[in-house]
């Protein structure tokens, strides 16, 4: 493994817990359309940009809509996630994740933000994280949505390292598929069971350091 310079982390399910967020806005429109969508049909979303979960909803109600209505929807479930949003507070930054970036900035990496997330920049002030990261690429600066590799190759490129010397942070399959596309090595956040490609699956970044991590994946 070539040695690992940057630190790539997927925002949503690994910096911050807001799926629960992203799942009550879409359970509110799926319940508007009368498409039953539970939790489970959620884990397909994960990773996913707002326009495609929204057609996985529409397939699960066997529905069909009009570009123009699909965009209407779409602006209507960013509106009540908003809402969640708005009321995040930094204590929900989850367990281990600023001593883990904080270890590792000390140690020489670089930090990046790679994600599908249009809001990650508000998200980021919220939790007072801005500062913690290099380079921050968002749903704003990509075109495709993961498993294609762009917001990751392209948070390797803003931090000026080389895409194999990159690890990417993910707790959607979505995610490691798009690492492993995009030439990095994947940590997932979760289960094997969950992300059986992972490179490493971990609970979370409490009680590891950046070290340790490393030699666990050589």
Known sequence: MEKIKGL??????????????????WKA???????PFTERDNEKLKGVSRRKSFE??????NMVMSEEEKEKYCTKKNNIYLEYIDKLKEEEVLKGVKKFIADAREKGYK????SASKNAGLILSKLNL????DAVIDGTKVEKAKPD??????G?????????????????????????????????IGTKENLPNADLCISGLENISVGEL???MK
Do not use: S, W
Not at 56 to 61: A, F, R, T, V
Not at 158 to 178: M, R, T
């Open 8 to 25: 790539i982390f997927d925002l949503d399910g690994v910096i911050v817990d807001t799926a629960k967020y992203h799942y009550l806005a």
């Open 29 to 35: 429109l799926a319940l508007e359309l009368n498409i």
């Open 56 to 61: 996985i909803i529409l397939e699960i109600g």
């Open 111 to 114: 930090i990046a933000l790679g």
């Open 130 to 133: 801005t500062g913690a990261f």
């Open 149 to 154: 590799p762009e917001v990751f190759l392209l």
């Open 156 to 188: 390797a490129r803003a931090l000026g390292v080389d895409k194999e010397a990159c690890i990417v942070f993910e707790d959607a399959k979505a995610g490691v598929e798009a690492a492993h596309n995009g030439g990095m090595k994947a940590v997932g």
């Open 214 to 216: 490393l030699k666990q």
